[in-house]
């Protein structure tokens, strides 16, 4: 079975700082990573996956995540946050990328940004 | 850019009463999904569809649940007789199967249950 973990269900930075959201996975197959930002009353939005091509992925809106399997990591990273990043972020994990895929999501992390 | 799109956006229904939920996908995808979020849980996956039928479902998915491609152009989630535990934050998903197999979500449809 596969799961996610997201640490933080808030997280709060200063608008030109650091993101960083964190999320692990478990799975007994190697994974598809995601990251979903989900904007308010919007439907869930991909940000960037991980399908073992690269372990830097480079997303939507200056994003980027790295995959680290030894550390089974896959945190989502933004060098200088902005007003609009405002949002709630989700981390998934699915078992396959063609076909029909299961997404396993974490919990969420929404992020507010200070003026 | 092409876009999942979901009615109602929120519906009030008494419980037992019969629900449909109403999606249509991205036009050239071949996968439909759908996935709730109970508020202040997680989003988790109820079942995924293809080639007009199931091709995976989650426990969740019991008897009570089933999924339909009318026509064309819809894909339909039924809750045959609703229970207050139904309340729930319902997305349709698509994706084309192959390629980038980008799954792309509706805005939700927000379902309460009194």
């Known amino acids: 079975a596969q799961s996610v973990t997201q640490l933080g269900s808030h997280v709060s930075v200063s608008e030109g700082a650091l993101v960083l959201l964190r999320c692990n996975y478990s799975?007994?197959?190697?994974?598809?990573l995601f990251w979903y930002v989900q904007y308010p009353n919007q439907g869930l939005q991909l940000l960037l996956k991980?399908?073992?091509?690269?372990?830097l992925v480079k997303g939507i809106n200056g994003f980027e995540a790295e995959f680290k399997k030894s550390e089974t990591s896959f945190h989502l990273t933004k060098p200088s946050a902005h007003m609009s990043d405002a949002a709630e972020y989700f981390c998934?994990?699915?078992?396959?990328?063609?076909?029909?895929?299961?997404?396993?999501f974490g919990q969420g992390t929404r992020l507010t940004i200070n003026p | 850019e092409p876009e999942v799109t979901q009615t109602p956006s929120h519906q009030v229904t008494q419980m037992g009463q019969e629900v449909i939920l109403r999606c249509v996908p991205i036009?050239?995808?071949?996968?439909f999904y759908w996935y709730r979020q109970i508020l202040g849980q997680k989003v988790e996956f109820l079942v995924s569809?293809?080639?007009?039928?199931?091709?995976?479902k989650s426990e969740i998915f019991d008897d009570q649940f089933s999924v339909e491609r009318p026509d064309g152009s819809n894909f339909t989630l039924k809750i045959r007789s609703t229970k207050l535990e139904d309340s729930a934050m319902y997305f349709c998903?698509?994706?084309?199967?192959?390629?980038?197999?980008?799954?792309?979500f509706g805005e939700g449809s927000w379902l309460t249950v009194v």
């Open positions: 998903a698509s994706s084309e199967g192959q390629g980038s197999n980008t799954i792309y």
């Open positions: 799975s007994s197959v190697p994974p598809y």
């Open positions: 991980y399908t073992s091509a690269a372990t």
């Open positions: 998934a994990v699915s078992d396959q990328d063609q076909g029909a895929q299961k997404l396993v």
């Open positions: 036009s050239n995808h071949l996968y």
């Open positions: 569809f293809y080639n007009n039928e199931i091709s995976e």
